[in-house]
T-cell receptor, first 113, second 115 residues
Framework: NAGVTQTPKFQVLKTGQSMTLQCAQD?????MYWYRQDPGMGLRLIYY???????DKGEVPNGYNVSRLNKREFSLRLESAAPSQTSVYFC????????????FGPGTRLTVT | AQTVTQSQPEMSVQEAETVTLSCTYD???????LFWYKQPPSRQMILVIR??????QNATENRFSVNFQKAAKSFSLKISDSQLGDTAMYFC????????????FGAGTRLTVKP
């Protein structure tokens, strides 16, 4: 039982390049999330998916797109990376039961130069 | 929008002593959930403790306990018998009931446990 996995762990991009961050969970959770973590600001929600086939914007969605490929996988795409997107990105999932506990992946450190 | 404030960017404590991390939040909601997450140097976010706002009793998980003051909108975390493995960033988080897609995090408190 791997929990929530993310790839890659580290990435360096040049301004204008594109990339996709991958996330998968093996806990059969309905909800999945993408956050970014910046120094001094805690975690902020980029996009979420309440169930397979649905996605919606969070607090800071500009510059990102997402795909809920199936119940397990939820990817985050940067179409044209900007230095302001330098951050640590976390994927999380939640069962949707009354525990309201989110399970987090190990994070991806992205640097845009 | 809900906001979560952690006023202590950094704290330190001697091993085996007790430390309290502060958190305040701003909301007009009556029903919600509060969380403390731990992020060690490995970056992995781990849930430490959870409190439902409708429960008056403070949550406790082994050495971790909270002081939940609903009227004051305060949610502090007490760590007893601090251990070196408690060294981490600690984040306070808020979520409205029935809205599990809007978790709001504080900026975090970096706790160092000294031997």
């Amino acid at each position: 039982n791997a929990g929530v996995t993310q790839t890659p762990k580290f990435q360096v991009l040049k301004t204008g390049q594109s990339m996709t961050l991958q996330c998968a969970q093996d806990m059969n959770h309905n909800s999945m999330y993408w956050y970014r973590q910046d120094p001094g600001m805690g975690l902020r929600l980029i996009y979420y998916s309440a169930s397979e086939g649905t996605t919606d914007k969070g607090e800071v969605p500009n510059g990102y797109n997402v795909s809920r490929l199936n119940k397990r996988e939820f990817s985050l795409r940067l179409e044209s990376a900007a230095p302001s997107q330098t951050s640590v990105y976390f994927c999380a999932s939640m069962a949707g039961d009354s525990s309201y506990e989110q399970y987090f992946g190990p994070g991806t450190r992205l640097t845009v130069t | 929008a809900q906001t979560v404030t952690q006023s202590q960017p950094e704290m330190s404590v001697q091993e085996a002593e007790t430390v309290t991390l502060s958190c305040t939040y701003d909301t007009s909601e009556n029903n919600y959930y509060l969380f403390w997450y731990k992020q060690p140097p490995s970056r992995q976010m781990i849930l430490v403790i959870r409190q439902e706002a409708y429960k008056q009793q403070n949550a406790t998980e082994n050495r971790f306990s909270v002081n939940f003051q609903k009227a004051a909108k305060s949610f502090s975390l007490k760590i007893s018998d601090s251990q070196l493995g408690d060294t981490a960033m600690y984040f306070c988080a808020f979520m409205k009931q029935y809205n599990n897609n809007d978790m709001r995090f504080g900026a975090g408190t970096r706790l160092t446990v000294k031997p």
